[in-house]
């Protein structure tokens, strides 16, 4: 069974840091692109980054390049978000996400429950 | 970036009736590489992971519903639930993957009547 578990959010100030964590098990990590999203409080969902499962090249939307990073650790099946410089409208609940395939340019099969970013003074 | 805008933002339908959703793409999201339409049909409940519905814009994810279709090609796109049944009340996005950032369309809520 495929699952997916965030983990890492909590409150922070603006112009912090944060990393999450999406644990992945049930298939095999290696082969599949991974992508983060987002959903502001109430609002719809924003896609945020994906990193492919064979090259691991990296995509971001313009909102967060340059402050977010995302990473893949295959040994541990271990997905990263690297979140700096964080303001008040990055507040969002983040999912992570599996692709259909090892590449970006697909949809996402299989999704996680999420973890809650605030930030606020 | 390529616009989703999804119609209506809400419906109420009433149980064993049909609900249809709209999905526009502000540039054709259908690849010739492939002839592929890369739009994606997604259901959001509360407390549940989101789930795929269709991808491909119309090939049905295993364990979805038959009631639940999934039309169109270009940039003009339905999802269509045949019978609503009270499991169905979500919200619901499609979301292009022909090109970055993979926008999503802002929602629709289905309600029952």
């Known amino acids: 069974e495929v699952q997916l578990l965030e983990s890492g959010g909590g409150l922070v100030q603006p112009g912090g840091s944060l990393r999450l964590s999406c644990a992945a098990s049930?298939?095999?990590?290696?082969?599949?692109?991974m992508t983060w999203a987002r959903q502001a409080p109430g609002k719809g969902l924003e896609w945020v980054s994906c990193?492919?499962?064979?090259?691991?090249?990296?995509y971001y939307a313009a909102s967060v390049k340059g402050r977010f990073t995302i990473s893949r650790d295959n040994s541990k099946n271990t997905l990263s978000l690297q979140l700096n410089s964080l303001r008040a409208d990055d507040t969002a609940i983040y999912y992570c996400?599996?692709?259909?395939?090892?590449?970006?340019?697909?949809?996402?099969?299989?999704w996680g429950q999420g973890t809650l970013v605030t930030v606020s003074s | 970036d390529i616009v989703m805008t999804q119609s209506p933002d809400s419906l109420a339908v009433s149980l064993g009736e049909r609900a249809t959703i709209n999905c526009k793409s502000s540039?054709?999201?259908?690849?010739?590489?492939?002839?592929?339409?890369?739009l994606a049909w997604y259901q959001q409940k509360p407390g549940q992971p989101l789930k795929l519905l269709f991808y491909?814009?119309?090939t049905r994810e295993s364990g979805v519903p038959n009631r639940f279709s999934g039309s169109g090609s270009g940039t003009d796109f339905t999802l269509t639930i045949s019978s609503l049944q009270a499991e169905d009340v979500a919200v619901y996005y499609c979301?292009?993957?022909?090109?970055?950032?993979?926008?999503f369309g802002q929602g629709t809520k289905v309600e029952i009547k």
């Open positions: 996400a599996r692709s259909r395939n090892s590449n970006c340019y697909t949809s996402n099969d299989y």
């Open positions: 049930g298939f095999t990590f290696s082969s599949y692109a």
């Open positions: 990193i492919s499962g064979s090259d691991e090249t990296t």
């Open positions: 540039q054709s999201v259908l690849y010739s590489s492939n002839n592929k339409n890369h």
């Open positions: 491909w814009a119309s």
């Open positions: 979301q292009q993957h022909y090109s970055v950032p993979y926008t």
